[in-house]
């Protein structure tokens, strides 16, 4: 199948039953214990900077491991496998002095997607798609680094979509669906990414699906940069997300609130993929596949999602669960939103018809 196949069959798909997506990847990635060389391959035995943590250029220089993640999440039944270019902005890769290496990054992220997508499509003739994942950066445009400079900005908008522009060039070229723009803690920052994304789309005259992914960073139901879910939604219906969502940082316990404002208000799909709980004082994750399971399935039954994956924590057994949980009951149903004008500062503010 080719893209617009591909896409078809999916939205065929999801008109039927909870897409399931992928799980965690750097945390997965931690745990094959690589040293400084692996991420230094052959390409990069010379560089100047330490690259051991930069997950993402192992895309180019241990893509091994970077394969058998994806099929083993493709194995346990993801619908939808992203890419591992969560920092792979030229930004981000700037701690490690990879700049110029970020568009070559992303592409060959994609085509391993691809590559792994297409090998489970000839097995068994079921689509899967590749989501280019866009993560957050190291950088805010909402926020300063420095408490005592508020004004502070270490990144301008042009910049940040230049380099969101050139992360989404790599991807189309290497063969996504479409693009997530995850983790969003810094709405801002995201309409950088979409931006970047348009003019991608406008450089190459290939237009993907769009699906937002925003981040509650605590109970208190706020975006880092303040926003409650509403007024996070009113700020990005304009892009006609494929998908809108949330995953990182909660747990599904307290995700869950949050989730059900979402699907209340969002009149497309609504995806969710939480961490394996809050991180316990060892730094790790205690919600089991078992125990995420129940949480899913109780989500399903509520009518709340559209797809379902897992973030930080979760493994394919994980996602195996998930998959078992959502499998035989129906998607959530997109609801018809009266039209009206609907704007957002840190609170949303709806105004007469």
Not at 207 to 224: C, V
Not at 243 to 262: D, H, Q, S, W, Y
């Amino acid at each position: 199948m080719n893209r617009v196949e591909r896409l078809a069959a999916i939205e065929a798909e999801r008109a039927k039953r909870i897409l399931v997506l992928d799980g965690a990847w750097g945390v997965y990635l931690q745990g094959f214990e690589l040293g400084e060389a692996d991420y230094r391959g052959a390409r990069f035995a010379a560089h100047n900077r330490p690259l051991k943590g930069d997950h993402d250029v192992l895309c180019l220089t241990r893509p091994d491991c970077v394969t058998r993640i994806h099929e083993e999440y493709l194995a346990v039944g993801a619908d939808i496998t992203s890419t591992n270019t969560f920092s792979a902005t030229s930004i981000a890769q700037g701690d490690y002095a990879l700049e110029a290496a970020a568009r070559e990054i992303n592409e060959a992220g994609a085509r391993l997607a691809r590559e792994g997508c297409d090998k489970f499509e000839a097995m068994d003739g079921r689509p899967r798609l590749v989501a280019g994942a866009i993560g957050p950066t190291n950088k805010t445009l909402s926020l300063s680094p420095d408490v005592n400079d508020p004004a502070r900005r270490d990144a301008t908008f042009d910049g940040m979509a230049n380099a969101y522009k050139d992360q989404c060039l790599g991807l189309i070229a290497g063969g996504a669906d479409l693009l997530l723009i995850e983790t969003i803690f810094d709405t801002l920052t995201s309409k950088a990414a979409l931006w970047g994304a348009w003019e991608a789309f406008d450089a190459t005259g290939i237009e993907l699906p769009l699906w937002m992914s925003g981040t509650i960073t605590d109970r208190s139901g706020r975006t880092l940069s303040g926003q409650t879910v509403e007024a996070f939604w009113n700020s990005v219906r304009h892009a006609k997300p494929w998908a809108v969502g949330l995953n990182c940082a909660l747990g599904p316990t307290e995700m869950r609130p949050f989730l059900a404002e979402l699907a209340r208000i969002a009149d497309c799909p609504v995806s969710a993929y939480p961490n394996a709980g809050l991180p316990n004082a060892m730094g790790g994750y205690d919600e089991t596949p078992c125990s995420m399971e129940a949480h899913y399935a109780e989500w399903a039954r509520a009518g709340l999602v559209n797809i379902v994956g897992g973030c930080c924590g979760t493994t394919p057994e994980h996602i195996a669960h998930m998959k078992a949980a959502v499998d035989s009951v129906a998607p959530r149903v997109v609801p018809t939103i009266e039209r009206a004008l609907r704007l957002s500062g840190l609170e949303p503010f709806t105004a007469a018809a």
